[in-house]
């Protein structure tokens, strides 16, 4: 037992003269050593070999959990999937459009109808107008590499803009008004809004509660550009300008547990963070024009003529495409409704994101029935 005890000792006694060296070691002055991998020895500081290659090995970016950054809670889980208490806005919007062709104006008025799932009570909200990446002082613009061209003009040399093209851009807000309907009584009230580059902050002095529902009135309009950031844009043919509209009307953003606004500036290549809704769209043109639109047309007897509402009715039960409008009627009289100068096209989107359409007189039409998960044709 006493041999037992005096070897411990003398273990301890050698562990203890061990460590004190190793702290009492100066740091290695060896020319490149800061990037050198460091050992650890036992009860020591970090050792850095003299001889070891330079590297850039960061133990902490190597073993940091890369899933589950996050603990969950009663909103979301820690996968991020909805938790017992997980909520989301809405956002629905009636839009009245309209079209002129010769000056590629678009204008329209529409009624967005926010609900406000969250716990909080929101004195303001967010909308984007991305319409105003285009003009010339935006953000966007501002960090887009320029280049010299051969003839010495200096242009934009990314696409995640308007390609240098300069216009009268950004959206016009003519108004925005609050509609409220109290006992049955509906008035509307001219709202305050701040304009920041891509986004509109709006003030709501009495405020949208947890579970309340609110209704805003925008009349605006814009120049669209010949080229959009890959997006939307005019396409000049030999049979005609082909209006592709996106990024057209101002659409809400979201307002989630994570982030609260989500506000991040559009400036170009990014994608789109939005609130579901439905959307009721009216679109106006020239009767000549033929509009196509994410959604459902729900008015094809006011836009196309006799003979295209039989094909019509006919592409709703077969599998294969029709033509609703064949190649060689383009352009003549006989392919468009007579009598009017104006068509107003109407179509309905459920539970989407965005919507988009376009627009042209030269537009080919076919169509084929779908069959849908819920068993329904479309």
Same mark, same amino acid.
């Given at each position: ?47 850095? *070999? ?263 009715? *006919? ?26 100068? *104006? ?36």
């Amino acid at each position: 037992m006493k041999l037992n005890s005096a070897a411990g000792l003398t273990l301890a006694l050698m562990a203890s003269m061990a460590t004190a060296m190793a702290q009492n070691t100066p740091p290695a002055t060896t020319p490149g050593a800061a990037m050198r991998p460091a050992v650890r020895q036992r009860g020591g500081a970090p050792y850095t *070999e003299p001889n070891a290659p330079e590297t850039k090995y960061n133990y902490n970016e190597t073993r940091k959990p890369f899933f589950y950054t996050k603990n969950g809670d009663e909103f979301r889980a820690a996968d991020g999937q909805p938790g017992p208490k997980y909520w989301q806005n809405r956002a629905d919007y009636k839009i009245d459009a309209r079209i002129d062709t010769v000056k590629n104006e678009i204008s329209g008025s529409e009624v967005i109808t926010y609900t406000n799932n969250s716990p909080q009570k929101l004195t303001f909200v967010w909308m984007w107008l991305d319409q105003n990446l285009f003009k010339q002082d935006s953000r966007g613009v501002k960090q887009v590499p320029l280049v010299k061209s051969a003839d010495g003009k200096v242009l934009q040399s990314s696409r995640n803009w308007g390609m240098g093209q300069i216009f009268d851009a950004g959206d016009k807000i003519k108004s925005v008004a609050i509609i409220s309907t109290v006992n049955g009584k509906t008035t509307t009230t001219t709202a305050k809004y701040l304009i920041n580059d891509t986004r509109m902050q709006v003030f709501v002095p009495a405020g949208i509660p947890s579970g309340g529902k609110i209704q805003f009135k925008i009349d605006w309009s814009f120049i669209s550009p010949d080229y959009g950031s890959d997006r939307m844009g005019i396409v000049n043919n030999p049979e005609g300008k082909v209006f592709q509209v996106a990024q057209w009307y101002p659409r809400m953003c979201v307002y989630d547990d994570l982030q609260g606004w989500n506000t991040l500036p559009y400036t170009g290549e990014s994608e789109f963070y939005l609130e579901y809704g439905d959307f009721d769209i009216n679109i106006t043109v020239p009767a000549k024009n033929i509009v196509v639109c994410s959604g459902q047309l729900l008015n094809p007897k006011d836009v196309y003529t006799p003979t295209q509402l039989a094909r019509w009715a *006919e592409a709703a039960k077969s599998d294969k495409t029709v033509f609703i409008v064949k190649p060689n009627e383009v352009f003549t009289p006989a392919s468009r409704p007579a009598g009017k100068s *104006e068509l107003t096209w109407h179509f309905v989107v459920r539970n989407a994101r965005d919507a988009s359409w376009s627009t042209a007189a030269s537009f080919v039409i076919d169509a084929a029935k779908m069959d849908m998960p819920s068993g329904k044709n479309r």
